[in-house]
């Protein structure tokens, strides 16, 4: 359970925190003295840390370097007054990950905190390299021992410890991040900050402020200034996931700081400096978007001072036997369901034999939904998915006529609630998107930049989630991977 520590001599501001996290999974421990809050970072090891930026006799800024210095991985984010922002904004500039207003609001500050949490386990949590065995130590573990995977093995040892970029090649799914986590934990930075930015979910605007920050005022709702991922990222590594998808004048941007570690807030004209080890991945061709005048060539260069193709599932023979033996005692662990010890024959050999179009992401879904299906002590043909078995169902059609996923949630999050279901969240999230995507998708006839522009999010999170759900745009939009059992309680 991850911990987060409030520093606050406030003591309703120290309630208002625990009452937003009861029945969260997060423990919550309060201090209201710097000298007791440094003291509780030392003995907790806490995950995040809420740092009131005025303590009696002490000074947030001095208390923020006292907490790096025990640990410079350890998230802060300052809770501050309105009018004291800008000593907020000076502490981000040493280091601190964020800051929340008084009073607090309690939607943006679960936000705040979820997003510094998955921060420090990106940061902490290891990456391993398994052959088969599942890790007991809470490693994430680049899994496999074919021959395309050990080369992936042996680029990671050569680029981690020189101060190079590094750009990871692949399909959705494959694993990039692991790969450039792995890259980083390795590396002479591995005690700096790591800040992961997907470029594909977001607008120009969003994600040039996102990587460069903001000056007050200059845009439509900056109503402060915004400390952007290449300021709190000095002296660490920033990983631009989906680099292809970003617009030409981020591409720029991004260009003069791999060139010059040099930048300015969106709106400001203080050049800023910074030094950060940018990796980036893509599963775009980026050298024939180059050719076609869609991604700058210096930009492309500057990005491939070393390249790590990591190959699609399909393409690893026995690995897919490797990965569903760590997902199935990795998930029996997570789910509570110990009770399941392995895999029928025949539904391995159906496991085996799939192509995976989703690569690892797509297994390990499917290895989630099999357990939580599952009544018995082994996982048979009738628990995998449809699509795993070739079997195509039919639902009922829309006002259109076209095929849509089921709309109602309501089946899906009641079957999942009587199976205990651990991330239900980011499952009924999931049924929720395939539904959304495929109607707007629909009403466009199929054009994705419409479809973006309705939705409000990127072409290439468009692309992505086309090819992760199976989608199909031929003469009627639909979707393949349509799943019945979504709409009726699990092991029904």
């Known amino acids: ?33 710097a000298e007791s809050g440094v003291d509780a970072v030392k003995s907790l090891r806490p995950d995040v840390v809420l740092l009131d930026i005025i303590l009696p006799k002490a000074s947030g800024l001095d208390v923020l370097q006292r907490i790096k210095n025990i640990d410079p991985k350890l ?32 939607a943006k500050l679960k ?80 005690d700096g900050p790591f800040l992961a930015v997907n470029c594909a979910a977001m607008t120009e605007t969003l994600l040039e ?34 680099v292809g998808d970003m617009s030409p004048l981020v591409q720029s941007k991004v260009l003069r700081v791999l060139q010059e570690q040099k930048f300015e807030r969106v709106g400001g004209n203080e ?39 990591l190959p699609p599932l399909r393409e690893r023979g026995e690995d897919v036997s490797l990965l569903l033996e760590h997902f199935l005692a990795r998930f029996r662990r997570e789910l509570g369901k110990p009770e399941v010890t392995g895999i029928a024959v025949e539904a391995a050999s159906l496991l085996v034999n799939y192509p995976w179009p989703g690569n690892v992401r797509e297994l390990q879904s499917v290895v989630r939904r099999a357990l939580l299906s599952a009544t018995g002590p082994v996982i048979v043909p009738e628990f995998l998915p449809d699509e795993i078995r070739g079997i195509k169902s039919r639902p009922a059609p829309s006002s259109n006529g076209n095929r849509l996923p089921k709309s109602d949630l309501k089946p899906l999050v009641e079957g999942r609630l009587r199976e205990g279901s651990t991330d239900l969240y980011a499952e ?51 979707i393949d991977t349509y799943e019945e059992e979504a709409a009726q309680p699990v092991g029904s």
């Not at 994705?448 to 468009?462: D, H, V, Y």
Request: proline letters at 3%; hydrophobic letters at 40%; aromatic letters at 6%.
């Open 1 to 33: 359970m991850p911990t987060l520590l409030v520093i606050d001599d406030d003591r309703s501001v120290r309630h208002v925190v625990e009452q937003a996290f009861a029945g969260d999974g997060v423990r919550v421990c309060g201090e209201a003295t």
């Open 75 to 106: 998230p802060v984010v300052f809770i501050t007054v309105g009018g004291s922002s800008d000593s907020a904004i000076d502490a981000m500039m040493l280091g601190a990950y964020d800051y929340v207003l008084k009073p607090l609001d309690v």
């Open 428 to 478: 009924t999230l999931e049924a929720m998107e395939r539904y959304l995507i495929t109607r707007v998708l629909q009403e466009t006839g199929g054009n994705q930049s419409r479809a973006a522009e309705i939705l409000g999010i990127t072409r290439g999170k468009i692309r992505d989630r086309i090819a992760a759900f199976g989608i199909s745009l031929g003469k009627e939009v639909s």
């Open 111 to 190: 936000e705040r905190v979820a997003a510094a949490l998955e921060t420090r386990r990106l940061m902490n949590v290891p990456v391993g390299i398994a052959a088969g065995e599942p890790a007991d130590d809470g490693a994430e573990p680049l899994v496999g021992r074919s021959p395309k995977m050990l080369e992936v093995y042996k680029a990671i040892a050569r680029a981690a410890p020189q101060d190079i970029t590094v750009l990871i090649h692949g399909e959705s799914g494959t694993g990039k991040e692991l790969v450039a986590r792995a890259i980083y934990q390795h590396s002479t930075r591995r």
């Open 271 to 309: 050049t800023i400096a910074t030094d950060v080890r940018i990796i980036s991945a893509t599963n775009r061709d980026l050298e024939a978007m180059c050719g076609e005048g869609k991604f700058r060539s210096d930009l492309y260069y500057r990005l491939h001072g070393f390249t790590i193709d």
């Open 209 to 242: 402020s996102e990587l460069f920050g903001h000056e007050k005022g200059s845009f439509t709702g900056a109503d402060r200034r915004r400390i952007g991922k290449f300021e709190q990222c000095n002296g660490g590594t920033i990983f631009l996931d989906e």
